[in-house]
């Protein structure tokens, strides 16, 4: 059965539409991403879930039980949720020891003091905070501190865990590494994880599934993988890494680009269900630049190399549009003004807007 | 090493860093310094046994007992009004807000013994108003409050000082982190546990700040006991002070036992202020998000109308009712009569201004405190200027002087400079308006050097060093680059001395002279004659300049928000 269910789920603010229709069923034990730019929904979706926003439509069930009904006006208030949630801004309390920090929800619960203890030393100790449990919070690094309101969402044993942009506040080192300890607690502990996070990467390392969300609405669900291999349009497509979006001429299943239909196709194997211009859109690794007296490709001029080291990032113009295309350092450098052409091995194809 | 520049012998920074240290040398350390040592010498000799003579005489004992029990009961008492409405206002769903949070910072602008002459009038044991239906109604032979009474004066103080803790306390609650609280509830606590257990330790600095303030004004404060006290012989150090002065004509003797008390005070306060710091040290933490979310409020449910209705009427006791007892004594044909329509006249309101004591008073207290916030101000911004950005060597005496004055309660500052300025270096003021001129920029010293440095602090080094890269000398940097940036916080500076001095009374009324009244004086005066009427009269007429200057400057001020 799935953990939590989110039905025809609505949430305004004034006349915007925060989140429009939200249709969702986690799994028990899956971590679980929402994806999207700032503003897209998805803090305000998790708030929801918290049971700090009332739904303007729509429900919410947690293991078959209402958790949040704006048709039957039930809100279980947050504090009775047993969720664990980790906030962008740390929010551990300045006024208390780290110890303090963690004991917190236990004390609320009036958990004995002996079993309480064990739980603490067991959060502090697999969050690797043993050693600076009687300092105040102020005194410590912030990846210290995301760690303190981290031991404390699982001291508790919650079954689901929400962060809410746990390390957009790190820097991106600790970031990484904190995502390797996210995923440890989770095995060790055995939660099932919303994760709310503007950062691609993030979501594809950490989640079994994801959610990619724009403007309150949401464009796909599926596996990491499935997103970043078949994303559903233009958006997820662009919004999960760097892109290029070429405007094509469709002819007999050819693809020109724009103005240089005399030219040597970009693909032979362009559909034609967008009609006669679409765009194609490919990353910037998919591309061959092959240098210019070959037969084979579309002509390009290089206007600008940058070196970045591992990679050289070019800027390519085809016609009167540009591209942006990276290659490996060893493939050669090409300058700046120098004439070659493009071979593009992965295209997906959308619809103009 | 060899100096490839010539310098000039004296530097023009050196010129106004030693200007800046005379200015405060004599108007704050001077006057400090004599009043310790006339505290603990006599005639040459260090003289502790009379200084604890004095101390023990049961008279000036029982002020010193009193001043300590007002100020504690009006920090006790305000500290829990402020925090429960700054809590009403900015964590629970109270209706009418906006409007709610401004009246509760109405009581600021009222001067607290125009208050308590209200609160006479209306609760004295004898003649006061409500004293008197109450008893015609419930046919009491005595009157049921008597607010000329310790209990009184605390009551009063509190109703008119409660809004530094409220403010304080309101502000912090208002931009603390919410999610602070958010990840409590989401640990499992309810809205009573998060408030006892986090929101209230958070917020614990600004309450605590908010007290101090209030305790180290009640301390020093004159107005209120004076008005309620002093008759019922009831006096705090302030009046004290004042009575041994005025009862002996000015005698030395008096002044003596005055800068004994003064003593007392300002160590006092320098405690408070210590302790202030060593508590906000301590809590020193941030509370304040980045990303503004709203905070949860309480919903208060069955209770909002009640508590909306609770506040309203708080209001209404502490404000609209003295205002209006003011403005209608001030127009009442003789003092005791009903307020009838038959026994109110406008002649009273016309008479301050025909009348030469009061309309002196009035022109006194405007080019006074006008004066006085212009000057302040100047010499403020110069002083901050050299603490904040030039770090000159004595720099220290600079900033020890600097502070001086928030510790200093008015009274102290008033014979101090009656020490300074009376002849002893030549120079004898007493009896001008100069020496409630000097008195005014000690007083208000504090406040201008707060505005001008907070001011300056946030003007980078950074922008200077850009300004003389780019060819400009220190001179014209400081007229263009830094003038303009930090003309907001020297325009808060004015406002800050003038709003205050233009109802000044602690101090002045050690100062004035027959021709040198203020305005604080001049009520003070009339209702210690038993000319109640027209004191109500002259206050109304101070309302009515304070409500416009108050108005007027803060639409001035927005103004110039707008534009920035």
Redesign the interface.
Known sequence: MSELKLISVTKRFNQVVAVNKLNLEVQKGECFSFLGPSGCGKTTTLRMI???EDLDEGELLVDGEVYSSSYKKYYL?????????V???F?????LTVWDNVA??LQ??RIPKLEMEKRVKEALQSTGLSAIKDL???KLSGGEQQRI?LA?AVA?NPKVM?LDEPLSNLDPKLREEMRFEIKDLQRRFGFTILYVTHDQAEAMALSDRMLVMNLGVVQQVGKPLEIYNEPANKFVFSFIGLSNFLKVRVREGKAYPLGQEHGPPISTEAPSKYGESCYAAFRPGEVDLISGSSESGVPAIVTRSTFLGDLVDYRISIGSQEIRVQKPKKNGLLRNGEACRVRINRIHWFPLD | MVDIYTKPKISAAQIVLVFSILVLVVVVGIPVILIFLTAFFEDGKLNIPGFVQILKDPDTYQALWNSLVIAFGTTLVSTTVGVFFAWLVARTDLPFKKTMKALFLVPFMLPSFIGALAWKVLLSPRAGYINKFLMALLGLERAPIDIMSMGGIIVIESMYLFPFVFLQVESALERM?P??E?????????LL?ITR??TL??V?PSILSGALLVALYSLAHFGVPAILGTEKGIYNIPTKIYERIYSSGGSFRAIRVGTILSTILVISAALILKAQDLLLKK?????I???SMRP?LLKLRALRTPLLIVSIIYIGITVILPTVTIFLVGGLKTYGLSFELKNLTWANYLEIFRWKMTKDAIWNSVYLSLGAALVTMLAGTMISYVIVKSRPRGKFILELLGVLPFSLPGTVIALGVILTWSGRFGINIYNTPWIIFVAYIARYMAFSLKSNSAALQQVSDSLEEASRACGATHFQTLKNIVLPLIRPGMISAFFLIFLPALRELTTSVLLYGPTTRTIGVAIYALNEDGETVRAAALASVALIIILVGETSIRNFLARLQKQE
């Open positions: 918290a049971g700090f208030p947050p504090e009775k949720r047993d969720f664990g949630m906030f962008q801004a929010a551990v309390w300045p006024h917190f929800p609320i619960r105040y919070p102020s309101a404390r508790i929400l | 982190d999610t602070l958010e990840s409590a509830r989401i640990s499992g606590a309810g546990t257990k986090i330790p958070l614990l809590g020193k933490y941030q509370i998000a980045g990303k949860m």
